[in-house]
């Protein structure tokens, strides 16, 4: 999978940047839910996001739409975890290409699947982006 980027969104990786001092890694538009999402290098989230978040809501009004940023992993199970943040979930495993969440609070389950899968659908969308091997997400 080749990703393409505009030259609008190299614009605002180029801002993110230099705004944050962040070294980001990748950048994407999430049109289903009509937010930014910056993934950062390993370790570089708080710069990111700053003290108190004010990095993300100075870019959020730049912008004028919601910003998330994610911190990368090289694990895919750690990555999914940075993903969903700030939802945490009991337990996450790997079966073949298939990650299962765990979790007893209904309110989390609820948040994580979506009206009709569709939170779930978009979360693997996304991290398809990093991982292309992941068939599918559950939560149990």
Request: glycine share 4%; aromatic share 8%.
């Amino acid at each position: 999978m080749t990703i393409k980027y505009d030259a609008e969104l190299l614009k605002a990786m180029s801002f993110f940047e230099k705004a944050t001092y962040a070294k980001l890694k990748d950048c994407y538009v999430d049109k289903h839910i009509d937010m930014v999402t910056f993934v950062v290098m390993p370790g570089e989230l708080g710069k990111a996001v700053g003290k108190g978040g004010t990095n993300v809501k100075r870019l959020e009004q730049a912008f004028k739409k919601r910003i998330k940023v994610v911190e990368y992993a090289d694990d895919l199970l750690q990555f999914i975890k940075n993903m969903i943040m700030p939802l945490r979930v009991t337990t996450v495993e790997q079966q073949d290409d298939v990650v299962i969440l765990h979790d007893e609070d209904m309110k989390t389950k609820g948040l994580l699947i979506g009206r009709n899968a569709q939170n779930l659908r978009n979360l693997e969308e996304n991290v398809r982006r990093f991982f292309p091997a992941l068939k599918e997400i559950k939560v149990v």
